[in-house]
T-cell receptor, first 116, second 109 residues
Framework: SQTIHQWPATLVQPVGSPLSLECTVEGTSNPNLYWYRQAAGRGLQLLFYSIGIDQISSEVPQNLSASRPQDRQFILSSKKLLLSDSGFYLC???????????????FGEGSRLTVL | KNEVEQSPQNLTAQEGEFITINCSYSVGISALHWLQQHPGGGIVSLFMLSSGKKKHGRLIATINIQEKHSSLHITASHPRDSAVYICAAPRGATNKLIFGTGTLLAVQP
């Protein structure tokens, strides 16, 4: 079955420091990959999605960037964190060679980022 | 107006009660997801359905595509069902989700 690993689970970073959250997918190839953020007390917001290696779309302008250097690896980065970047970040995957067009979604465990 | 709306936003129930959470959407979709977010933040996909009804244990999800409405039911609720339940509609071929605001369910023993 499809499994998503996301790390680190918890991160406390000072303002202005860099960020790297990593997500890897097992159990399928060529999945669609997504980064979502959930600010405290708010719903999920799509940040980036990717349909293939080096094919990434940004949904909202922000202080973050995403990269997909390998088919099943999705990285969320920032060069300089802002206080407003604090939140809960979730990686998700759908589709791929195994699950095709079922539309079923799988989520990582999430990464809780606190920027101080 | 949100494209995906849930009600109620907050729900408190006694253990054993039958629970219903509703989701209405204004976008044209082919399927709808029900997700469960635990207090720790992790999200689990409960159902993806495009028509009719699906059942998994004590959870039942129904959808009426014509009326653009879906419901999630929990029978014989238990405190471990306490979580945020989120409905989400995928948009387009890339499956980008539009999320409802979530329903915070607390089941008291």
């Amino acid at each position: 079955s499809q499994t998503i690993h996301q790390w680190p689970a918890t991160l406390v970073q000072p303002v202005g420091s860099p960020l790297s959250l990593e997500c890897t997918v097992e159990g399928t190839s060529n999945p669609n990959l997504y980064w979502y953020r959930q600010a405290a007390g708010r719903g999920l917001q799509l940040l980036f999605y990717s349909i293939g290696i080096d094919q990434i779309s940004s949904e909202v302008p922000q202080n973050l960037s995403a990269s997909r250097p390998q088919d099943r690896q999705f990285i969320l980065s920032s060069k300089k964190l802002l206080l407003s970047d604090s939140g809960f970040y979730l990686c998700a995957a759908s589709g791929g060679a195994v699950f095709g067009v079922t539309g079923e979604l799988f989520f990582g465990e999430g990464s809780r980022l606190t920027v101080l | 107006k949100n494209e995906v709306e849930q009600s109620p936003q907050n729900l408190t129930a006694q253990e054993g009660e039958f629970i219903t959470i509703n989701c209405s959407y204004s976008v044209g979709i082919s399927a709808l997801h029900w997700l469960q977010q635990h207090p720790g933040g992790g999200i689990v996909s409960l159902f993806m359905l495009s028509s009719g009804k699906k059942k998994h244990g004590r959870l039942i999800a129904t959808i009426n595509i014509q009326e653009k409405h879906s419901s999630l039911h929990i029978t014989a609720s238990h405190p471990r069902d306490s979580a945020v339940y989120i409905c989400a509609a995928p948009r387009g071929a890339t499956n980008k989700l539009i999320f409802g605001t979530g329903t915070l369910l607390a089941v008291q023993p």
